[in-house]
């Protein structure tokens, strides 16, 4: 395999968030030769209202680093409006997911439903051959010319689990300049000093953007209002109460407002939501464990699998691997796993990998205790 740096001048249209990973790919994809305009999306309907500094990519202070950088690399530069369709694919979706019970990344949503769909598809009606990003991630060539997406040089900032959930005609359209950087972040930074970017010591945002003092129960409860409910041991015993299923998550230990301590002493996890009757379970760590998963809407980077295989997969984006069997069932995906993980919790993703290519990924539908799995043999 081999890099596909591609060989011809493209028409590239760069997503310039306001960062620094992104303004330096802009730079770079323009150094190379390709006719470069940077793009800035608007993902707020109201901007002036989200905190100001790094928090996320929608602030009217990134929109101007942004076309600050466009001017410095010498590029056009437009800020496009896709604040309705964010709304409806990634806020209202996180919602929702957190609503029924479920973790949702909003990243990886954004990721498949902003930049490399909605934009992506304006992108290729205006004339443009590829979308470019700051992301940490590589496209390859296979022998037989179709494109592969792979874990970035650097394994410390390898971003692919977020693009896990682009297919063989995004992948083709997709250009990703600091995939083979092997570099510290600080090296990213200085060579964004030398290029004359500002934004070269800008804090990089590790928020939802569009949670904008990081409050995401806060957030929640405004929207979906106070519930209060009860919080249940594994036995059904009441311990305490809470005002909204949806503040917690799967393998959560602080917060939980219990007066009443473990028989053993132990902390307690969040075990298990119940949207339906407003429960949340509560229990020890070790049945946190999980042996197996059912997945739902499954994506591929290229050609579906057939039949089971063996991979790795990563359930977090800042998770490590873990190695699993995996086979594509009725339209969905069945795992499991060579040992048990904990804290696996349904509305997330799980990518799956052979070696350093993404395969796909797939949602997180419903999971196997391990201590269920060991009691049923």
């Given at each position: 395999?081999?890099d596909?740096?591609p060989q011809?001048?493209l028409r590239?249209?760069a ?6 990973d992104s303004?330096v790919a802009?730079a770079r994809a323009?150094e190379?030769?390709h006719d470069v305009?940077g ?10 209202s989200f ?6 990519c ?7 680093d942004?076309?600050r ?10 800020v ?6 964010f709304r409806e694919?990634?806020?209202e ?6 609503e029924?019970g ?5 990243c990886?949503r ?9 934009l992506?598809?304006?992108?290729l ?8 990003t ?16 792979h874990?970035a040089?650097d394994?410390a ?5 977020v693009l896990g959930?682009l297919?063989?005609k ?11 950087t092997?570099t510290t972040?600080d ?7 030398r290029r ?6 800008k ?6 953007c569009?949670i904008a003092d990081?409050d995401?129960?806060?957030f929640?409860?405004?929207r979906?209002?106070?519930?209060e ?11 305490g109460t809470?005002?909204?299923a949806?503040?917690?998550t ?8 219990i007066?009443?301590p473990?028989p ?9 939501i119940s949207?339906?009757?407003n429960?949340?379970t ?7 464990d999980v042996s197996?998963?059912t997945?739902?809407?499954?994506r ?10 063996t ?8 998770g490590?691997e873990?190695?699993?069997t995996?086979?594509p ?7 499991r796993?060579?040992e048990?993980?904990?804290?696996v919790?349904?509305?997330q993703a799980i990518v799956?990998?052979d070696g ?6 797939a949602t997180?539908?419903s ?10 043999v």
């Amino acid at each position: 395999m081999t890099d596909t740096t591609p060989q011809r001048p493209l028409r590239v249209l760069a997503a310039m968030s306001g960062g620094v990973d992104s303004a330096v790919a802009a730079a770079r994809a323009a150094e190379a030769g390709h006719d470069v305009t940077g793009v800035h999306l608007a993902l707020s309907a109201n901007p002036q209202s989200f905190r100001t500094g790094a928090r996320g990519c929608c602030t009217i202070e990134d929109s101007r680093d942004a076309r600050r950088a466009a001017d410095v690399i010498g590029i056009p530069f437009y800020v496009w409006d896709l604040a309705e369709r964010f709304r409806e694919d990634v806020v209202e979706d996180f919602v929702a997911e957190y609503e029924a019970g479920r973790t949702p990344n909003p990243c990886l949503r954004c990721n498949e439903k902003i930049k490399f769909a909605a934009l992506l598809d304006k992108a290729l009606a205006l004339g443009f051959d590829a979308v470019c990003t700051g992301h940490y991630a590589k496209i390859v060539t296979a022998v037989d010319g179709t494109r592969e997406l792979h874990r970035a040089s650097d394994m410390a900032k390898d971003q692919s689990y977020v693009l896990g959930v682009l297919d063989e005609k995004q992948l083709a359209h997709a250009l990703f300049p600091l995939g083979d950087t092997v570099t510290t972040k600080d090296e990213i930074r200085a060579e964004a000093e030398r290029r004359g970017l500002a934004v070269a010591k800008k804090p990089d945002s590790h928020d939802i953007c569009f949670i904008a003092d990081g409050d995401t129960q806060g957030f929640l409860a405004r929207r979906l209002g106070t519930a209060e409910g009860d919080i249940v041991d594994e036995s059904g015993t009441r311990l305490g109460t809470h005002e909204g299923a949806y503040g917690f998550t799967i393998g959560q230990r602080k917060g939980l407002r219990i007066g009443t301590p473990a028989p053993d002493g132990k902390p307690r996890y969040v075990l298990d939501i119940s949207p339906v009757d407003n429960t949340v379970t509560v229990g020890p760590a070790s049945s946190l464990d999980v042996s197996a998963l059912t997945a739902i809407k499954p994506r591929w980077c290229g050609t579906a699998p057939t039949g089971p295989g063996t991979y790795t997969a990563q359930l977090r984006a800042h998770g490590g691997e873990t190695e699993v069997t995996a086979e594509p069932v009725d339209g969905g995906l069945r795992v499991r796993f060579t040992e048990p993980v904990r804290g696996v919790a349904p509305g997330q993703a799980i990518v799956l990998y052979d070696g350093t290519r993404v395969v796909g990924s797939a949602t997180i539908a419903s999971t196997v205790r391990a201590k269920d799995t060991a009691s049923a043999v």
